[in-house]
């Protein structure tokens, strides 16, 4: 039995998440989801809250039959620590699927085996890029799952992450986007 761990900040959630636990959920029995800065809401970078991020989450993922949990993880600024503070927050887990460097360095560290899934159309498929294009007003609604556009909806989310954007913001005018 595989149970799998996979955090993001998923600020919004988005596809690139939702191909990389689509693999995951074929490879592992069970599937633990942490969600990162889980305190952090209404910033430029996070505007969503934790509960906001799990409702988007456990939408996107009801067509998955295997259970998934998925447990908001505050920030404890102190690297060292970190990992002994996932492990306290989650079910035991076997592995983590991560892409940030910092992530895989610490799970290394304590020992727990660590894999790293492709990249999947980063270009676009970033939460930087999806909330810059909110913010410009460029389409963004095809690069979430359709669960996620709806929560975005009802909790008015496009305004909230205009009315938070840094003053000295340019939009692109070519419609390129910097993936981040
Ligand atoms: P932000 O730009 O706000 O940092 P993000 O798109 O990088 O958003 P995160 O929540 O920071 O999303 O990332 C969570 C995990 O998802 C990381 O391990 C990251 O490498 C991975 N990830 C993000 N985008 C993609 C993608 N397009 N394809 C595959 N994995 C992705
Ligand atoms: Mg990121």
Redesign the pocket.
């Known amino acids: 039995m595989i149970r799998a761990l996979?955090?993001?900040?998923?600020?919004p959630y988005?596809?690139?998440?939702q191909?990389?636990i689509e693999h995951i959920a074929r490879e592992a029995d069970e599937l633990v989801i942490g969600i990162?800065s889980a305190q952090l809401s209404h910033e430029p970078?996070d505007p969503f809250t934790a509960g906001e991020r799990m409702l988007m989450i456990t939408r996107a993922l009801q067509m998955i039959k295997k259970p998934v949990y998925v447990i908001p993880l505050e920030d404890i600024n102190r690297n060292a620590l970190w990992v002994s503070h996932v492990r306290a927050m989650t079910p035991p887990f076997h592995q983590i699927?991560?892409?940030?460097p910092l992530?895989i360095r610490l799970f290394h560290e304590a020992g727990i085996t660590v894999l790293t899934?492709?990249?999947?159309?980063?270009a676009t498929?970033?939460?930087?890029?999806i909330?810059e294009r909110m913010i410009c007003g460029n389409n963004w609604e095809d690069l979430v799952p359709a669960p996620v556009y709806q929560v975005i909806q009802e909790i008015d989310g496009v305004s909230r992450v205009q009315a938070l954007a840094r003053d000295d913001m340019t939009c692109p005018e070519d419609g390129e986007y910097a993936a981040?």
């Open positions: 996979y955090i993001g900040r998923f600020q988005h596809n690139g998440h191909y990389v990162g970078a699927y991560s892409g940030n992530v899934p492709a990249m999947y159309e980063r498929l970033s939460g930087t890029t909330r981040c």
